[in-house]
């Protein structure tokens, strides 16, 4: 694993935070979590805020998702919500309340009875918190840098991250249970827009004076790949709707082509995308931007960052000059970025970081989407 143990290895929060766990919560209702005004504040703050980029769920169908007596498969069904003026909070305890007790839920099949996707005791919430990255470059011998351009104007990014507690009794879920759990939990609580991770924790023993702890054992993320064993691996599917761009018929600028995608839990979704680049467009007059033979060593999402390690044919084959080269190189980021959890990629060649991508395109410092080389329509 090229990317991982170089990117883990010299990754260094520029901002450390530390929590204290708060109180343990009882039940899931719409009350507030927590008695500190300045907590909530910050979380309606934080939703506000979402809601300015359209970014957060705030009204309308939202969809959840139950199970069935075996967990072997996973259903979606629809529930009308208004969380205007809500705390994250209050929202986040709704959503929970309605996964847990899906007493409400009409399923379309009458031989399949709804099971809540939560198969233990009870899950609440911890907290939320918010971490701070300051964005650094991995260097070719395993280390890190950080560029001119980030020392100019240092890029940063923020991370919110939902906090959930589980009984202990998650540790011994089936494999099945575990897969249906995360998938449902992580799609319906990412889907509202206010978090970027969720991380799971499972209540220790009660010490002998008293008090209550927690550990870490698990994380959810918008695009994580989980592992299934060989007999289920794909009894559920989802589909998404993504954009990728292609060269125009121009065959100076890149179009956008819309495509729906089948997915199973394995599929990481921007690996996916990339696959798809490689393999062509599906509109007639646009072609494939990604030279031939090029293959996908690695891919990973960190802090927004997508650390994207393709085979050395990426660069052997590419057989274009400056223009070509920076449509194959803005066909992937200007593709990838429009996902909600990738900011920049970060590209490398058989696993090394290089300058160059062939003659001027600068491929050594984290690339955001150009708009530049996107052909404009009329009708826009």
């Excluded at 990317?3 to 450390?16: D, Q, T």
């Excluded at 907290?127 to 950080?146: D, K």
């Excluded at 293959?295 to 050395?312: F, G, P, Q, T």
Aim: hydrophobic share 35%; with cysteine; aromatic share 8%.
């Amino acid at each position: 694993m090229r990317i991982s143990a170089r990117v883990l290895r010299g990754f260094a929060r520029i901002v450390s935070v530390t929590f204290a766990v708060p109180l343990i919560l009882s039940g899931c209702g719409n009350s507030n979590l927590s008695d500190d005004s300045s907590s909530l504040e910050e979380m309606t703050y934080l939703q506000e805020e979402a809601v300015k980029t359209n970014s957060v769920f705030t009204s309308g169908e939202f969809t959840l998702y139950y199970t069935n007596a075996s967990h072997t498969a996973i259903y979606e069904t629809v529930k009308d919500y208004d969380f205007q003026g809500w705390s994250a909070e209050a929202i986040v305890e709704q959503v929970l309340a309605d996964l847990v007790n899906v007493d409400w839920v009409e399923t379309d099949d009458k031989n399949v009875e709804a099971v809540s996707i939560v198969p233990f005791k009870h899950v609440e919430m911890e907290g939320i918190r918010e971490e701070t990255y300051s964005l650094q470059q991995s260097n070719a011998e395993g280390g890190f840098t950080v560029t001119e351009e980030l020392r100019e104007g240092e890029i940063t990014t923020t991370k919110h991250i939902l906090q959930l507690k589980m009984s202990a009794d998650y540790s011994e879920l089936t494999p099945n249970k575990n897969v249906v759990f995360r998938t449902g939990l992580g799609k319906a609580l990412l889907s509202l827009g206010i978090f970027d991770t969720i991380e799971l924790y499972v209540e220790s023993d009660r010490a002998d004076d008293g008090s209550e702890s927690s550990s870490l054992v698990d994380t959810i993320n918008p695009y994580d790949a989980v592992i299934l064993n060989q007999y289920n691996q794909d009894f559920y599917t989802d589909k998404t709707t993504v954009n990728l761009y292609f060269i125009s018929e121009d065959g100076v600028t890149l179009t956008k082509e819309k495509r729906t995608l089948t997915l199973t839990l394995t599929d990481k979704l921007p690996e996916v995308m990339v696959r798809e680049l490689i393999k062509g467009p599906e509109e007639e007059g646009l072609s494939s931007a990604i030279p031939a033979g090029t293959e996908i060593n690695e891919i990973m999402i960190k802090d927004k960052v997508c650390y994207l390690d393709l085979s050395a044919e990426f660069q052997k084959n590419q057989s274009g000059g400056p223009r070509e080269e920076a449509l194959t190189i803005y066909s992937i980021v200007n593709s990838l970025t429009e996902l909600p959890n990738i900011q920049y990629v970060q590209f490398l060649i058989d696993g090394q970081r290089v300058e160059t991508y062939k003659t001027e395109v600068k491929l050594g410092s984290f690339l955001s989407p150009n708009a530049l080389y996107v052909k404009v329509e009329e009708n826009e």
